[in-house]
C-alpha cells in the first residue's frame, strides 16, 4: 500500500474517532473519564480528627494552605487561637500536628502550595491564611462589599462561602459564586 495513501487512512480514522469521542466527553455524564475531570489544587483534608476538631469552628483548612512552621506555631499556641481556647488533648494535639506538618505547603508538592510558598518569606510564620499576600492578590479585584460588607460571607477567611468546592481542594476562579452577587465574573 502506498505510504501516502497509509498516512491519508491513519488521519481520517483519528478524526472519525475524535469527532464521535469529543461530544461524549462534553456531555460530561457519569462515564466523563476521570483523567479530564478539574483536579483539585489542594487535596482535601483527610484526617477526620482535624476535620471534626478545627472544622466543628471554621473551615477545615487543607494543610498546603500554610509551611509547616506556621502549623507549628498554630499548633503551639491553641490556649489562645485568634482569641479562643482550642486546646485538645495531647494525643490528639498530637495526631492533628503530624498531619498538618505532614501535608504542609513546603512539604508536598501542590501547584498552589508553591504560589502560597513563594508569597510568603523564609523566615515568617503567618497564622491568617486570608492575609497571605497570594490571598490578598487573588480576591483584589473583587470590592469589599461583596466579602466583609456582605452578611453571607463576611471575610475572604470563609472560604465556603463562594467557593462551593473548597473542602475538596478546588479554588477555581471560574467557580466562585458569592452569595447574592452569584457568578463571579472578572
Not at 87 to 98: G, P, Y
Not at 107 to 115: A, E, F, I, L, M
Amino acid at each position: 500500500m502506498n505510504k501516502s495513501i497509509l498516512f491519508g487512512a491513519m488521519i481520517m480514522a483519528c478524526t472519525v474517532t475524535l469527532s464521535v469521542s469529543v461530544p461524549l466527553l462534553i456531555d460530561k455524564g457519569p462515564f466523563w473519564p476521570a483523567l479530564l475531570q478539574p483536579t483539585p489544587t489542594l487535596p482535601a483534608v483527610v484526617n477526620k480528627q482535624y476535620e471534626n476538631e478545627c472544622g466543628a469552628c471554621h473551615f477545615a483548612y487543607q494543610p498546603g494552605w500554610l509551611p509547616a512552621r506556621s502549623w507549628q506555631r498554630m499548633m503551639g499556641s491553641l490556649d489562645d487561637h485568634f482569641d479562643e481556647n482550642a486546646e485538645l488533648s495531647q494525643k490528639v494535639h498530637d495526631k492533628i500536628t503530624e498531619y498538618l506538618i505532614d501535608e504542609s505547603a513546603d512539604v508536598r508538592s501542590h501547584r498552589k502550595s508553591h504560589s502560597i510558598l513563594a508569597s510568603v518569606r523564609e523566615h515568617e510564620a503567618p497564622l491568617r491564611i486570608s492575609r497571605l499576600s497570594y490571598i490578598l492578590y487573588k480576591h483584589e479585584e473583587i470590592p469589599s462589599h461583596m466579602i466583609s460588607g456582605n452578611a453571607s460571607v463576611r471575610s475572604s477567611a470563609r472560604c465556603l462561602a463562594c467557593h462551593p468546592g473548597a473542602s475538596k481542594g478546588r479554588f477555581d476562579e471560574n467557580d466562585v459564586n458569592i452569595p447574592g452577587y452569584g457568578l463571579w465574573e472578572e
